[in-house]
């Protein structure tokens, strides 16, 4: 299994309270992923990261930022948590995005719920 | 409309028969093509990728892609219940360089 590891796996929250997302690797990959998994929607990307302090936006990223100032970890956080964020999470890591090294390897998953 | 299009099944086949997923793609200019498979509640898990035309395998499993007619599909030979799963076909965008996900294909294997 990829060294990729998420906290907490599973959180209940209230409607308007921040919320941090915590993404780890021990591979030493440079992109960092984070997607969102709803039913009928399938994976959507929300942002990710090419390197250290480098993060981009995805397709879904309203309401959310993220942050990576080591390697290793990549933060997500809801600033003010909605009913919408409710989802699961999944952060994501690949060496590159080259083909031929750019297969995402996928962590456990955190299941959110706002409330 | 989605660029990576996936009947979401279920898809239903007997132990030992070959199941065949299939996956269309809008994006012309994509050039890697993946397969996950995802057991509930769980993660996606990679199968396979693809990037040039024609077939690959990988013990039970065979992916092919058609680029002419933007086609991905997986092959899985002699199925087993442990089989049953959704399984994801992504295709990387030409413009962005992202992933695009399609919805995933129930698969049931049954005794």
């Known amino acids: 299994d990829a060294g990729i590891t998420q906290s907490p796996r599973h959180k209940v929250t209230e409607t308007g309270t921040p919320v941090t997302l915590r993404c780890h690797q021990t591979?030493?990959?440079?992109?960092m992923y984070w997607y969102r998994q709803d039913p009928g929607h399938g994976l959507r990307l929300i942002h990710y990261?090419?390197?250290?302090?480098?993060?981009d936006k995805g397709e879904v990223s309203d309401g959310y930022s993220v942050s990576r100032s080591k390697t290793e970890d990549f933060l997500l956080t809801l600033e003010s948590a909605t009913s919408s964020q409710t989802s699961v999470y999944f952060c994501?890591?690949?060496?590159?995005?080259?083909?031929?090294?750019?297969?995402?390897?996928f962590g456990p998953g955190t299941r959110l719920t706002v409330l | 409309q989605k660029e990576v299009e996936q009947n979401s099944g279920p898809l239903s086949v007997p132990e030992g028969a070959i199941a065949s997923l299939n996956c269309t793609y809008s994006?012309?200019?994509?050039?890697?093509f993946f397969w996950y498979r995802q057991y509930s509640g769980k993660s996606p898990e990679l199968i396979m990728s693809?990037?040039?035309?024609g077939d690959k395998e990988d013990g039970r499993f065979t992916a092919q892609l058609n680029k002419a007619s933007q086609y991905v599909s997986l092959l899985i030979r002699d199925s087993q219940p442990s089989d049953s799963a959704t399984y994801l076909c992504?295709?990387?965008?030409?413009?962005?360089?992202?992933?695009?996900f399609g919805t995933g294909t129930r698969l049931q294997v049954f005794p």
């Open positions: 693809i990037y040039s035309n």
């Open positions: 591979e030493n990959h440079r992109y």
């Open positions: 994501a890591i690949s060496e590159s995005e080259r083909a031929s090294t750019d297969t995402q390897y």
């Open positions: 994006d012309r200019g994509s050039q890697s």
């Open positions: 992504a295709g990387r965008s030409y413009n962005t360089d992202k992933l695009i």
């Open positions: 990261s090419y390197g250290v302090k480098d993060t």
